[in-house]
């Protein structure tokens, strides 16, 4: 596994440091970087072709070196771009001039279009619109049985004429009946199909022609690899996509996918699925995409989920400690019981930037047993030892916090290992929270324009 | 037992033998074309575009230079390989191509093939068919991917070649994932082993060994809710289904099949490691080649986990599972 995107830049950019100006084959050798990166995320090579070539436009005859941290800079342009390209959030579906407005799902099989319709179902009734489900998937057995089964959760209502007719003519049927029954939203579940097989494309669009509906999305499961170009291609080409939804999102693939549907089609990515349960359907949120597939780690939802479970205080005194350096090993302890309540640790830390799939990460993997070690070990020490232990543990200290904690001079030196790494890792983290951040301004910066 | 041995021998043999096989238990949709046939119509989309590309490139370039490598790997790329495992593949093509002093480019694609097919492994591997009955499959992926279409599969193979086949209805999450494995029972002829949907999917998988035991089935099928590979806690419930069994019959489950989606990127990788490190997999069932992906991410699993691929499917239908063979497949890949 390679390191993320921000450390081998970091990497490239050592070796090219001291040569005072870079050229463009400098620049190359740092957006090949970005390229493995987008690779790797399963964006499609085209895809990253076209990019390269945007962000090399932008990125040669800038003075990098002069700035203090090229690597980031570079990363700036690649997230800026990636993010424009990503275009911004838009979660609305076209509506009717005369209601029902009609939304019609379609995708590969498996994508997740039953699941996806119910969501979206859920979330438009939540916008105050009284949507009607179809059941026009009259191929895979129990596909209409499993959006009654949702709509029976959701108590709402599901169309259904079984799976002996037409889909075109029962999604025909349905809108018909949508407005007697009260129903301002239609929103049909097609089969999954194969782009390439051309007697159910047919069909899709024979059902387009038929029931034109105000908006056709794109379900597309995230962790699609190179198809992803020629499914939304052949899609938006066959039927004119209004919208993609990306699903499974809650994994831990990278998502190259989105910006590879998003580059072909032009068509927004409406929203995401990050989960089973039928209200696990958010608005698309660009940026966090871009840092997603550059394995930048998905820092905006640890951010997010870390201020559910630490408290404000908490949180600005430890960022003034680690910026100060303060950072003790009592904190660390502190932190790693808040940490614990995160979530599986692991997953915590892969999403940390510069960790996530990183080697050190091995070392990092924190047991409950641990937890008793480190807090006997630490209680165990002075508090100079405590606020400095670098500079103060000596062997013989070290031999006593062992005898005094029941442990052994290796667990000790394991944690001191274990306090340096999460220093420097709580440190980037809080680095790239406050470059991001500034994130929009960088736009303006003389330096870039 | 004499019957599971033929069936072994069957499923292990890839083409010759599967062909064989089909003709002894005159199955028509086999015999038409073949297992090697229709693996090649299925990848006819597949092996077009692949090669016509590496031909282009072939002879675009008379002689072997940086820009022909390059190309190769962006080939390999786009068929999902991953950019690791081609650069990789271009690396050992190139050295090959030093030692053996080639320098006519049209000899790459064999060369390439080559490292292809070496690295997939040159023997087909079966499914672990055990001699004591039942044999029990456990059959586990990620949401979507095709689990419980590729048991019905797997059911209509054992139960066509006389295998007593029985079913268990392990997800009982998703809604109407019951209905749907019943659905393809009824299809196949086979019967089922169901709780109610909510119910404690390892309860039902200790209720189907029981069943299967009692009344002497050949082949037990575990279907189970797709999961994430994430999810800690769904993946502790899948660990305590295979517990289950294992406690029920020594060594069960014998085949841990886990299905991955052609269509899957780079994260099939870790869809495998992580499955593979909660209920050690034993086999992968790669479907949806029928579609416009190459399936290539099969060679950076096999490249960084070395699980083997057993089966593949391609299309909706019962009769859509083939054996996997890796030379075949590699050979399928880059035939005229
Ligand atoms: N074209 C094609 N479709 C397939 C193949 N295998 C499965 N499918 C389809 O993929 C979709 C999902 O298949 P399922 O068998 O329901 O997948 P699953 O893994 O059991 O899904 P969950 O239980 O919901 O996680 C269905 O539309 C199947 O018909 C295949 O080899 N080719
Ligand atoms: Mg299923």
Redesign the interface.
Known sequence: M?ASLAERLQETFKKLRGKGRLTESDVNEALREVR?AL????V??KVVKDFIARIKERAVGQELLASLNPAQHVIKIVHEELTTLMGGSNSRINLAPKPPTVVMMVG?????KTTTSAKLANLMRKQGRRPLMVAADV?????I??????GG?LNLPVFSMGDQLEPVAIGLAAVESAAGAGRDMVIIDTAGR????EELMAELENMKETIKPHEILLVV?A?????AV??AETFNSRLGLDGVVLT?L?????G??ALSVRSVTGKPIKFVGVG?KLDALEPFHPERMAERILGMGDMLTLIEKAQENFNADQMAKMQKKLRSMEFTLEDFLDQLNQVKKLG?IE?VLSMIPGLGGNKKLKDLKVDEKELVFAEAIIKSMTPAERSDPERVLNGSRKRRIAKGSGTTVQEINRLLKQFEQTKKMMKQFIDMEKSLKKGGKMLKNPFFS | MGLFSRLKESIKGGSQQAAAASETTQEPELEKTGFFGRLKESLTKTRQSFVEKIDNLVHRHKAIDEDLYEELEEILVQADVGVNTAMELVEKTRRSVKERRVDDAGELKAILKEHIREMLGTDTASLNITDETPTVIMVVGVNGVGKTTTIGKLAHYYKSRGAKVLLGAADTFRAAAIDQLEIWAERVGVEIIKHREGADPAAVAFDSLQAAKARRADLLIVDTAGRLHTKANLMEELKKISRVLGREMAGAPHEVLLILDATTGQNAVNQARLFGEAVGITGIALTKLDGSSKGGVIIAVKQALDIPVKLIGIGESLEDLRPFSPGDFADALFDE
């Open positions: 390679f493995l690779l790797e995320a399963d499609n090579f590969l099989n498996g994508a997740g191929y895979r057995p129990a596909a049985k499993q959006l009654e089964v949702l959760q194969q782009e390439v097989n499961d962790m699609t690899g190179q198809a020629s499914v499974k809650d994994g831990d693939t990278r190259g996918a089973e599986p997953q």
